[in-house]
């Protein structure tokens, strides 16, 4: 691969190391693009402090120093400036008008929680909730169809237990119009870091039938998960059994309007 988007840094306080030590592992590995998207900040009441991404005073630091490397590193590697968000309508004009203020070049969809941090549920958990597994669709969905997103990560992290028919009547909704937009959907690396959920077969094997496009991130939370995927023979693995092949992993981004 040349290009991977999907980098975080410590603002998020679950990542480790330094963005320099991001930006030499992917060189020394032969990326020449490294795309920063930590966890997006959100315009939240006063009194709420979150755990898992960067404040928005912390944005001006996170672009700045990103800037800064840059420069140093332009003529070693591309670095380019995004971030991780979900699609929360009741905060997303005032993270927007916040943004644009900034030389972002992309924004990437992780669909954590829905509709937000503080009143909805963490998609990852385990659930046979029919009711969460619309709201899941329906907010990714929807968040595509704002033209925001370039693409959009680990699309398969909502766990659902339940009945296999109506989990893939509601993902064919979330395939089907990244086919029509489209925008390609991840496969992250990082479920074979540690053995997660994701990326999964049933969906990977049930997407592959509509024929979108696909994007490898690598989800790095530690300089060291900036790899190829000739580097992790399990993800090999996935991929050829899902048919799925992979080129130079460039993609087109789309540009905050």
């Not at 070693?76 to 004009?93: H, M, Q, T, V, W």
């Not at 385990?126 to 925001?148: F, H, P, Q, R, W």
Request: charged residues 30%; hydrophobic residues 35%; contains cysteine.
């Amino acid at each position: 691969m040349k290009a991977n988007y999907h980098t975080h840094t410590v603002r998020c306080h679950h990542a480790e190391g330094s963005e320099r030590e991001y930006i030499e592992n992917a060189i020394k590995l032969g990326f020449e693009t490294l795309g920063f998207s930590d966890h997006t900040p959100w315009p939240y009441p006063a009194d709420y402090k979150s755990r898992i991404r960067m404040g928005m005073d912390e944005i001006e630091d996170y672009v700045g120093t990103l800037l800064e490397l840059r420069e140093e590193y332009k003529d070693r590697i591309n670095i380019l400036i995004g971030f991780e968000a979900e699609y929360s309508p009741k905060y997303l004009d005032g993270l927007m008008n916040a943004l644009r203020s900034y030389p972002i070049d992309y924004l990437i969809m992780g669909p954590h929680f829905v509709p937000d941090e503080i009143e909805g549920f963490y998609t990852g958990s385990a659930t046979n909730s029919i009711e969460k597994l619309v709201a899941y669709a329906d907010s990714v969905v929807e968040g595509m169809k704002t033209g925001l997103f370039s693409y959009v990560a680990h699309p398969d992290l909502i766990n659902f237990t339940g009945d296999e028919d109506i989990y893939k009547k509601q993902m064919s909704r979330i395939i089907e119009t990244a086919v029509d937009m489209n925008i390609p959907l991840e496969i992250n690396m990082y479920g074979f870091v540690d053995g997660r959920h994701y990326p999964s077969d049933r969906f990977f094997k049930f997407a592959r039938e509509f024929d979108p496009k696909f994007v490898i991130g690598c989800d790095a939370h530690k300089p060291g998960m900036i790899r190829q995927p000739e580097g992790m023979p399990d993800f090999v693995d996935f991929l050829k059994r899902n048919r799925i092949e992979y080129g130079d992993n460039v993609i087109s981004l789309r540009k905050l309007q």
